[in-house]
């Protein structure tokens, strides 16, 4: 046994999550090492029929204050803190009775699934570990001597360890168990924090932080020559992160971007009022449609531009169907993602052995309030979710003629859509449909231009006499500075316009509007998309 090479002899476990536990106590005390524990996870092992110390015998002290207080004694922390190569440490240990922590397992009480299940505050403050941090903090950092294990998908390894070094740790794998252990507990207490600051109704606290268990390392980033990985967040939400699933190749970075992308663009669709289908590609929807059916709204999305639809994500707001599945699997498509799918669905995705299907048991919602990071140099931009919804805003009308009922049902759906394109964005739509989309450009004039073009090549595709443009309406997600955005649109042969007004220059394009005999609405309410 070289000198980094640790003995585990004594060990103590403290667990919320008991999957895995007792066989893993056994396989320590089969090594002779000592079980010490605490409340439940002690009466478990002796359960069991394990010898076990309760650590009231460490600490002298019964637990306390509804189980507050039970580790957090000079017993416990000098047992993990104490450096065996260091003559004071070991003197102090000696004259004060502390026996030496070879091993500490704990993971923490269950604070982000007791706010994911909507507890009320006097719940998820009882959810709030003390003694397991200090802990997990004290044992990380006395790596050289400890090993620490925080995750119950560690305990095979730990185990394993043990097996190919007669009963010890190396110096790699305790450092590596650290460096998981320090991020476990800032993952922790940043959902902590998360959650003050929302029940205080801080917007701006003075430190913010963020973390996440992993879901996955990725072959790589955007590019190959970048690493990547994927992270869960505690702010729980159906999408391509909770998904399962069915099939298909390993997600890479861009596929999880771009699902996610068509996913939470899917979830402005009622399921109860409509089918609704939506086809992205490079994070930008190419196609959105709504219809009876799922099959009859893919038939109408894949109408706006079939030829980026290939390739591309598909998200349904319903369960995926046999018709739809056959229909999506005709042309070479990445990823589809539904909230569930039938059998037959299933089966006939299958047939494309690469092609991923993602199930993700539910649909986002539009109006929850949350937070979204963004990193810059140096720094990161935090902000509320865009959680405004169209069907909440109080529409006026600003030109001498209003809008139809068919027109406003249209202008409605156009603003939903513009709400997850890249700015500046124009979106013609017709018939619950999009029939043009203009995506990220610098000037919203070409973003007009070039979604009536695209409308162009759509009808030359389907062999229409005229784009689908005409008689359509068109939605932009911030206001028109200038009337020439707009007449470019009324040039497409739209007919209605929905935007956000409050430009300098609002009453000029209006009165453009009514020169050309044209409705429009607005919104009061802006939807970049950086």
């Known amino acids: 046994m070289t000198d980094t090479t640790r003995r585990v002899s004594r060990a103590l476990l403290s667990v919320s999550d008991k999957t895995g536990l007792i066989e893993f106590a056994n396989a320590l005390a089969a090594r002779g090492v000592e079980l010490v524990s605490t409340g439940g996870t002690a009466k478990a092992i002796a359960a069991a029929g394990l010898k076990v110390k309760d650590v009231s015998e460490l600490t002298g002290f019964p637990e306390m204050m509804d189980g507050r207080v039970k580790t957090l004694h000079p017993n416990v922390h000098g047992g993990l803190l104490a450096i065996r190569g260091n003559k004071e440490h070991a003197a102090a240990m000696k004259k004060h009775g502390i026996a030496p922590i070879d091993l500490l397992v704990v993971n923490l009480y269950p604070f982000e699934a007791t706010v994911d299940k909507g507890a009320d505050f006097a719940e998820c403050i009882e959810n709030i ?72 109704v801080t917007d701006a606290p003075d430190y913010r932080a963020f973390g996440g268990k992993l879901i996955q390392s990725l072959r790589y980033g955007e590019n190959p020559h970048q690493k990547a990985a994927f992270y869960a967040t505690p702010d729980w939400r159906p999408g391509v992160a909770t998904a399962r699933q069915v099939q298909g190749k390993e997600l890479s970075y861009n596929n999880i971007n771009d699902t996610d992308a068509a996913y939470e663009c899917i979830g402005e669709f009622d399921t109860a009022r409509t089918a609704a289908c939506v086809i992205v590609k490079h994070a930008n929807p190419c196609g959105v449609a709504e219809g009876a059916d799922l099959l009859s709204a893919y038939r109408k999305a894949l109408a706006c531009d079939s030829t980026s639809a290939f390739g591309g994500i598909v998200a349904v707001n319903r369960k995926l169907d046999a018709d739809a599945a056959r229909a999506i699997t005709e042309i070479f498509t990445e990823v589809i993602i539904a909230p569930d799918a039938t059998d037959e669905a299933i089966a006939i995705v299958a047939a494309k052995k690469n092609l991923r299907l993602l199930l993700a048991g539910g649909l986002p919602d539009p109006r929850a309030a949350g937070l979204t990071a963004k990193t810059v140099a140096g720094g990161l931009l935090v902000q509320s979710r865009d959680n405004a919804v169209v069907d909440d805003m109080a529409l006026k009308v600003v030109t001498k003629r209003a809008p139809t009922d068919a027109e406003l049902r249209d ?12 700015s500046n964005t124009i979106i013609y739509a017709k018939d619950l449909a999009t029939v043009g989309i203009g995506a990220g450009q610098m000037s919203r004039v070409d973003s007009a231009r070039i979604a009536a ?59 453009a509007a009514d020169d050309h005999g044209i409705a429009m609405v607005f919104t009061g309410t802006r939807h970049f998309r950086h």
């Open 129 to 200: 570990d003390i003694g397991g941090p200090a802990m997990i903090r004290a044992a990380a950092k006395n790596n050289d001597d400890v090993a620490v294990v925080v995750d119950v998908g560690d305990y095979k390894v730990l185990l394993d360890e043990l097996a190919a070094n007669n009963g010890a740790t190396t110096l790699y794998l305790r450092r590596r168990l650290a460096a998981k252990a320090y991020a476990r507990t800032a993952a922790y207490d940043a959902a902590i924090s998360n959650w003050f600051a929302a029940q205080n």
């Open 411 to 422: 202008l409605k759906f156009a603003f939903r859509v513009a709400k997850h394109v890249k």
């Open 453 to 511: 073009r695209k409308a162009l090549d759509a009808a030359k595709e389907l062999k229409l006499a005229e784009p689908l443009t005409k008689g359509s309406v068109v939605a932009s997600d911030a206001f028109f500075p200038f009337a020439d955005g707009m007449l470019a649109c009324i040039e497409a042969g739209a007919t209605a316009v929905i935007q956000p007004g409050g430009s300098v220059r609002d009453d000029e394009v209006i009165k």
